[in-house]
């Protein structure tokens, strides 16, 4: 699927972009496990894709702006990326708040290299609230629209140093 654990993120942002769960799914080791912005959890890579598929035939999604903050190798085959992320409606032009997320990605080298690939053994979304400090959603919303406008129709994903 991936190789870097950076691509790896940027390539679940921009299957759920995409609306495409089979693609999504495909992100996700055979184990693996994502667990939704509501608290849901759903393992195995066909458990993903059937939990996806009716979400994105039912209603158009909104989709995610993103910086990746950090990725951090724990042992060679093992890794962490932890990243804030923001959601446009659909037909919308700015973030929803309440929708803001921190996302972390547990990534494992999955295979035998050179063939090996990295795959998601654990993709959380976290509600961002920031419960008392408005001012650091506001400086993250101001950091996600200057991703959006640097490359709309391109980039879902930024990398940046904390």
Not at 12 to 37: Q, V, Y
Request: with cysteine.
């Amino acid at each position: 699927m991936a190789a870097t654990p950076s691509a790896l993120y940027r390539a679940i942002i921009d299957a759920w972009n995409a609306r495409d769960a089979e693609r999504m799914s495909r992100a996700f080791a055979d184990d693996g496990t994502l667990i939704g912005f509501d608290g849901s959890t759903i393992e195995t890579r066909s458990g993903v894709c059937d939990h996806l598929q009716p979400i994105f035939a039912s209603h158009p999604t909104a989709s995610y702006v993103a910086i990746e903050r950090e990725t951090r190798r724990l042992t060679p085959t093992v890794a962490v990326v932890r990243a804030i992320a923001g959601m446009i409606p659909p037909n919308g032009t700015d973030f929803k708040p309440e929708l803001t997320t921190v996302h972390t990605l547990v990534a494992i080298l999955d295979g035998t290299l050179p063939e090996a690939r990295w795959k998601a053994a654990i993709f959380q979304a976290t509600p961002a609230a920031w419960h008392g400090r408005p001012n650091d959603l506001a400086t993250v919303l101001d950091e996600l629209r200057a991703v959006r406008d640097a490359a709309p129709a391109k980039a879902s994903v930024r990398s940046s140093s904390l």
